[in-house]
């Protein structure tokens, strides 16, 4: 029929106010798959909501029918998906109308009569939700739905990641597979991450990264600028392959998005406190919304402190037995410290959104940090100078460890609507970041190498883009950005009981990059959309520096060893590339689609930090480069039982960078160290399937694997033992298969009271952690679970544990021919979590 009709409902209607309390309130649905009319009358009876359709034949669509509980405004959105009706509250009736947005719009979001426009979900409704909902991402600098950005992306909410214990940068690896992240003396927050083979192994903050990390549209330059920001997070884009046209330089693994949560246009904000083992205590809260028409403001915070799960048992033993070089003086005593990496931390952000009209968008962001304490130590795992292996999660240090960073940002963006069909987006932001870490870095408990890293790091980052939004079928987005950072090295290794001195560096290396890019996509009425891009990019590197020996007692080695120290230099780099890709995606209705993609990334050329000595190890190495060649499928229905993404891909790497491992024998015995090279090209190839699977509304299976080969094809070196030794290596960091499983089970107790079950794990293969593969790890699997109490939906007890098999694993593992250290990561741990959220 096409005159309006009423679903009457069984209940006397209520006034305005109290119907308007009722589309908020939540009901315990039990809605059949079956018509249209029959589910909205349903939907009536169970609300007592009087249901009104001013036009279109309702009773001609079918409904997927809906059971558990559901706030009404849910509930509905979830009866009228696919049907082509959205609905608003006017008075005390639901309205539907027929929706008149384009395929490509944004999925339907219900509104109160008398408000301005479509209001955007709070995030966890949203997660909520995710299945009947498309997921709007914003990996290619614009919003699109997940199915039709042809790239393999993995997209997180927040509050997601909050459940699973992704609390660290370094946890996001666990997350999906075919990527995965080691970490420094520092933890977490300084990770670097592999995607499919290609990766990073650099443990100075001066080195460019294969991955691009960028937080809020602001590219960062070093990891360590990451510290203290992975909290209060809208949601996570992880981009599998080289990102060379958007997000330029050092993105040859792929590309990490993190963007804060915004303001949001109601009142809203959470707090939470976790109490775990090891003396854990995490507290985290925001709140946000508006504070005038035009402006909205939201202020996060979190504080962190923890024991750690380390034992220093003290160099007593070595101090009872070994005897320095002559003219030495004996070694410090330390004690037993069951708190070797104690901490403490502090981060706070605020964000202020200004919207003078409806096509201006200010956004303003400023963030600190601070964390004091101790750094994780390196844990023997072989016999090493006469000492025997420590046990697990055990060091016998000669130095007792620090760990201090600070660092602040601001970060500012201008978007401004141009008529309907173009937009024009200025971002910028300035980091700065203070590191100090002390730790033995041999893993004895003598004075082989005792290190402290001092470093301080400015950067930064600005990007201009104009671009034709989707209103026609060429959309295209032009830009430039500029890059300029500060890295200022202070290192001191001591070396008293090999050796007799002490090695000190300072260094300063500044990096200016200047890029234009474009990028175009021409869409056919077929479903068949083609595009691509390039970018053009200029790098000026300037390295400069001072390391010397230090002969504080009188009987250094040092220059015998290093005949040229004190050693000065003065290096640089000049150069421009050329990165890009071309696609081809096909559309099978508004839920599925197919792609095929050839990108070429490159990450620039660098400096070893570490202590050059010569002009060989001070010199430049060059820019890796890597081909990739990927066709991949996605099935995203909203609502569906099944939905799956799958893709294979093939990378042409071209001058890996990497670190090589390489001993020196001296008078005072072999010394190992690791010098930044390009070690050669290889190849690497592989296919990946995730699948979300919903037998119910109230429980939910994720399923997600890949397989990875690779092989070196060339090795560069001038060292017959290292070619011999790296022709049949495989590439670092690379697991050949990687498994990842979650669910998510909601028990129904009562109308204002839910638990729910959940679980997740990672099954990784054996890998190796170094070019020369001296350090490999075994193959392993880490599940955590969780049982959480939630009542009416906004006050949460949850009981968890991590590392539910209480299985060792490394970390990061420094291994030569001789030597084995580990970072180990934390045993199993339980705790618990209090939240509340409005």
């Known amino acids: 029929m096409h005159v309006a009709i009423a679903i009457a409902a069984t209940a006397a209607p209520c006034s305005a106010h109290a119907e308007a309390g009722s589309f908020a309130k939540s009901f315990q649905f039990a809605i059949p798959p ?53 609905a608003s509250l006017v008075g005390d009736m639901v309205v539907l109308q027929q929706a008149t947005a384009s395929p490509r719009a944004m999925p339907i979001a219900l509104q109160s009569a008398g408000g301005a426009g479509t209001s955007r979900p709070d995030a966890d409704e949203s997660e909520a939700a995710e299945g009947d909902r498309d997921i709007i991402v914003t990996a290619e600098r614009r919003e699109q739905r997940l199915v039709d950005v042809p790239v393999a992306l993995s997209a997180f909410g927040g509050e997601q990641l909050r459940n699973r214990g992704a609390d660290r940068l370094v946890d996001l690896a666990s997350q999906t597979p075919g990527v995965l992240a080691t970490v420094q003396v520092s933890g977490g927050d300084m990770p670097t991450f592999t995607i499919r083979g290609v990766g990073f192994d650099d443990l100075r903050p001066n080195g460019n990264p294969a991955t691009s990390l960028n937080i809020d549209g602001i590219y960062q330059g070093s990891a360590i600028l ?117 901490s403490e931390s502090i981060a706070g952000r605020a964000i202020i959104e200004i919207n003078p009209s409806d096509r201006t968008e200010i956004f303003l962001k400023v963030n600190g940090t601070k964390q004091t304490g101790g750094a994780l130590q390196p844990s023997r795992n072989v016999t090493q100078n006469g000492f025997a292996p420590n046990a697990r999660y055990e060091v016998d240090s000669d130095v007792p460890t620090k760990l201090n960073v600070s660092g602040y940002g601001i970060t500012g963006s201008l978007q401004q609507s141009v008529g309907d069909d173009y937009t024009f987006v200025l971002t910028g932001g300035y980091s700065h970041v203070s590191h100090l870490a002390i730790y033995n870095g041999d893993g004895v408990p003598i004075r082989l190498i005792n290190i402290l890293y001092g470093d301080k790091d400015d950067q930064e980052y600005a990007e201009i883009r104009f671009q034709k939004n989707d209103t026609s079928r060429f959309s295209w987005i032009v830009g430039a950005t500029a890059f300029h950072d500060d890295v200022r090295i202070d290192q001191t290794f001591t070396m008293l009981d090999t050796t007799r001195g002490i090695i000190q560096g300072d260094y300063t290396q500044k990096r200016t990059s200047f890029g234009v890019f474009g990028d175009g996509t021409w869409a056919f009425d077929s479903g068949f959309k083609i595009g691509g891009g390039l970018r053009y990019t200029h790098d000026k590197v300037d390295f400069n520096g001072l390391t010397q020996g230090l002969d504080p007692y009188g009987v250094s080695l040092l220059p015998a060893i290093f005949p040229l120290l004190p050693y000065k230099f003065d290096r640089n780099i000049r150069k421009s590339q050329v990165s890009g890709r071309i696609y081809g995606s096909k559309n099978f209705g508004p839920s599925s689609s197919i792609y095929a993609s050839i990108r070429r990334g490159y990450k620039g050329g660098g400096f070893d930090a570490t202590t050059p000595s010569n002009d060989l190890e001070s010199a430049p190495f060059g820019a890796e480069t890597v081909w990739s ?134 099954y990784l293969s054996k890998y190796y952690f170094d070019i020369d593969n001296f350090a490999v790890t075994k193959s392993r699997f880490i599940g955590n679970a969780r049982v959480e109490l939630r009542y009416q939906n906004n006050i949460s007890a949850t009981a968890w544990v991590r590392n539910l098999t209480d299985t060792y694993y490394p970390l990061s593992r420094f291994n030569s021919a001789t030597t084995s250290t580990d970072l180990p990561a934390a045993p199993r741990t339980y705790g618990i979590t209090l939240g509340y959220k409005f």
């Open 34 to 86: 079956g018509n249209l009319s029959a589910a909205l009358s349903a939907f009536s009876a169970t609300t007592g909501l009087q249901v009104v359709a001013s036009s279109g034949d309702v009773g001609s669509h079918m409904s997927a029918g809906i059971s558990g509980k559901y706030k009404a405004s849910d509930a509905i959105a979830r009866l009228l998906a696919k049907s082509g009706y959205t």
């Open 226 to 342: 990451a510290t203290g920001q992975f909290f209060d997070i809208e949601r996570v884009e992880i981009l599998k392959g080289p990102q060379g046209t958007l997000y330029g330089q050092n993105s040859t693994a792929g590309a990490i998005n993190i963007l804060s949560r915004r303001p949001g246009d109601k009142l809203n904000g959470y707090v939470s406190t976790e109490l775990a083992t090891f003396g854990t205590a995490r507290m985290e809260g925001a709140v946000g919304g508006p504070i005038s028409p035009i402006v909205s403001a939201r202020i996060a915070a979190l504080y962190t402190r923890t024991d750690g799960y380390m034992t220093d048992i003290g160099n007593a033993n070595a101090v009872a037995t070994f005897r320095p070089p002559a003219g030495i003086p004996p070694l410090p005593v330390t004690g037993m410290n069951r708190d070797v990496a104690r």
């Open 629 to 762: 060649y990927e066709l991949g499928f996605k099935i995203l229905p909203r609502r569906a039982f099944l939905q799956l993404e799958g893709a294979i891909f093939f990378n042409d790497y071209k001058d890996i960078q990497t670190t090589a491992v390489t001993q020196i024998t001296t008078a005072a015995g072999v010394l190992s160290g690791g010098t930044r090279v390009n070690a050669g090209d290889a190849q690497s190839w592989g296919a990946e399937l995730s699948a979300t699977i919903r037998p119910t509304d109230d429980l939910k299976l994720e399923i997600s694997g890949a397989y990875l080969g690779n092989e070196i094809k060339k090795v560069i070196s001038t060292n017959p033992v290292e070619r011999l030794r790296r022709a049949d290596a495989r590439l670092p960091f690379t697991p050949g298969v990687s498994l990842n499983g979650a669910f998510e089970y909601t028990i129904h107790a009562s109308d204002t009271m839910d638990v729910i079950l959940a679980s997740d794990g990672q």
